[in-house]
């Protein structure tokens, strides 16, 4: 089992930046790939960025390739989402989400992820 918390979200102006925190509870942590997804109200939950259980690989939605940068501390239990020149169009509620699969990449499907956090609000003003 794991759980998952999600911390740093909030509201900022159009061009600002925020960092997402999710810290995860369990042994499994080190061994998930790691997972960020957003959803804005009416819209499906979509996938933002995925990291490798080891950190090596990330991959990214095209709408926040070159602004967003995820990252892992294992030693921490922790995955990061670093979002810069924030738009408008990125307000949503942002979810973690963990692969216990073991895989060696990281899916961008979220049912490919068995574990979601609570979500945390993410809103830019214009």
């Known amino acids: 089992q794991v759980q998952l918390v999600e911390s740093g979200g909030g509201l900022v102006q159009a061009g600002g930046s925020l960092r997402l925190s999710c810290a995860a509870s369990?042994?499994?942590?080190?061994?998930?790939?790691m997972g960020w997804f957003r959803q804005a109200p009416g819209m499906e939950r979509e996938f933002v960025a995925a990291i490798s259980r080891s950190g090596a690989n990330t991959y990214y939605a095209d709408s926040v390739k070159g602004r967003f940068t995820i990252s892992r501390d294992n030693t921490k239990n922790t995955v990061y989402l670093q979002m810069n020149s924030l738009k408008p169009d990125d307000t949503a509620v942002y979810y973690c989400?963990?692969?216990?699969?073991?895989?060696?990449?990281?899916?961008?499907?979220?049912?490919?992820?068995?574990?979601w956090g609570q979500g945390t609000q993410v809103t830019v003003s214009s």
């Open positions: 369990g042994r499994t942590f080190s061994s998930s790939a």
């Open positions: 989400a963990a692969d216990p699969s073991r895989r060696v990449t990281a899916s961008s499907y979220s049912s490919e992820y068995a574990y």
